[in-house]
């Protein structure tokens, strides 16, 4: 089984009909198996935007809590590792969050990143894989 890693952006675009991704990012979701797995830094990225968006973030919390989205990272455990991402790509620069994900790519071999962020195209787990990846370009 596949498994599929959240970044905000689909997130965020999945739940705001206004996002110029809405429509991709909801057909995405439509064929995904969940739970999708996810990091409390994207969460927290998308809840931020979905509230300067004027939406409610809460429905995050309602996809959690419905086993949709599920937490599948522990920072303190990873932190060294999520540090050695941050300097690698300090260039990017590479966010909390977006270290996270590929972190989970290099914990979960059999994964997929959905995302909308063009980053993840230079970003590599284990230094040189390719992170496979659903995105729109």
């Known amino acids: 089984m596949i498994r599929t890693l959240l970044d905000s952006g689909p997130l965020v675009a999945f739940y705001d009909r206004k996002d110029a991704w809405h429509a991709w990012s909801h057909d995405q979701i439509a064929c995904l198996q969940p739970p999708l797995l996810t990091c ?4 927290s990225e998308a809840c931020f935007l979905l509230q300067r968006g004027g939406g409610s973030p809460t429905i995050v919390l309602q996809a959690l809590r419905a ?4 937490i599948d990272f522990e920072i303190t455990r ?3 590792a999520l540090e050695a991402l941050m300097s690698r790509y300090s260039d990017v620069p ?3 969050a977006d270290a996270c994900l590929v972190r989970l790519s290099e914990l ?6 959905f995302t909308l962020d063009r980053d993840f195209r230079q970003y590599r787990r284990h230094g ?3 992170i496979p990846l659903i995105a729109p370009w």
């Open 40 to 43: 409390e830094p994207a969460l």
């Open 67 to 70: 086993g949709v989205l599920k």
């Open 78 to 80: 990873e932190a060294a």
């Open 94 to 96: 590479m966010s909390l």
């Open 108 to 113: 979960h071999a059999d994964c997929t990143v």
């Open 128 to 130: 040189r894989q390719v």
